[in-house]
């Protein structure tokens, strides 16, 4: 059965849990409980380990794949402990939509591919998979897809982001 949570912030940042987590965003949704979505890590002792080591105690962290989590959780606001759920890539957040973890609002805050078609702000470059992931979110629902590194930060529309990459690509 599945986990109703109350749901703060749904973001990709390569770097999972870091300062910019813990430091900003925690504090600004005053989220009590964080989920870390990687088949990577929660395949990895050692690096769930890690990532346990840097969150305070009083924040619950949760490490699951991205198949245990869908089966295990489901959105909601507003029940339960402040949650910000943590995905490393885009095509793993996507995927978890796809399978039925349905949110309305997908932050993005630091991803990197060497094989970068665009870099839509200092901290984002999306490859032609990515912008693929990022599409099929805004054809197929109605989720606002947003590039914000902090809280207090500018606000970036993947729509404005990717405007110049679909005008080459018509």
Same mark, same amino acid.
């Given at each position: 059965?599945?986990k109703?949570?109350?749901?703060?912030?749904?973001r990709?940042?390569?770097?999972?849990?870091?300062g910019?987590?813990?430091?900003? #965003?925690?504090?600004?949704?005053?989220?009590?409980c964080? !989920?870390?979505v990687?088949?990577?890590?929660?395949?990895d002792?050692f690096?769930e %380990?890690?990532i346990?080591?840097a969150?305070p *105690?009083?924040?619950?962290?949760?490490?699951?794949? +991205?198949?245990?989590? +869908?089966?295990?959780y489901?959105? %909601?606001h507003?029940h339960g402990?402040? %949650?910000?759920?943590l995905f490393?890539?885009?095509a793993?957040?996507c995927?978890?939509?796809?399978q039925? @973890?349905h949110?309305?609002?997908?932050? !993005?805050?630091?991803?990197?591919?060497?094989e970068?078609?665009?870099?839509? *702000?200092? *901290?984002? @470059?999306l490859?032609?998979?990515?912008? $693929?992931?990022?599409?099929?979110?805004?054809?197929?629902?109605? +989720?606002?897809?947003?590039? $914000?590194?902090?809280?207090?930060?500018? %606000?970036?529309?993947i729509?404005?982001a990717?405007?110049?990459? #679909?005008?080459?690509?018509?």
């Open positions: 059965m599945a109703d949570l109350n749901i703060v912030l749904v990709v940042d390569s770097r999972l849990v870091h910019q987590i813990l430091e900003a #965003w925690v504090p600004h949704v005053r989220a009590r964080i !989920i870390v990687d088949d990577k890590v929660a395949g002792s690096m %380990t890690i346990r080591m969150v *105690s009083e924040i619950e962290l949760i490490v699951s794949s +991205v198949e245990d989590f +869908v089966r295990n489901s959105f %909601t507003g402990k402040k %949650t910000i759920v490393s890539n885009i793993d957040a995927d978890a939509f796809h039925g @973890f949110f309305d609002k997908l932050n !993005i805050g630091n991803v990197y591919n060497n970068y078609k665009i870099c839509c *702000s200092p *901290s984002v @470059f490859c032609d998979k990515e912008i $693929k992931c990022i599409e099929y979110l805004l054809e197929k629902s109605e +989720v606002i897809v947003e590039l $914000k590194v902090v809280p207090k930060g500018k %606000t970036v529309n729509k404005d990717l405007r110049n990459y #679909w005008k080459k690509k018509s």
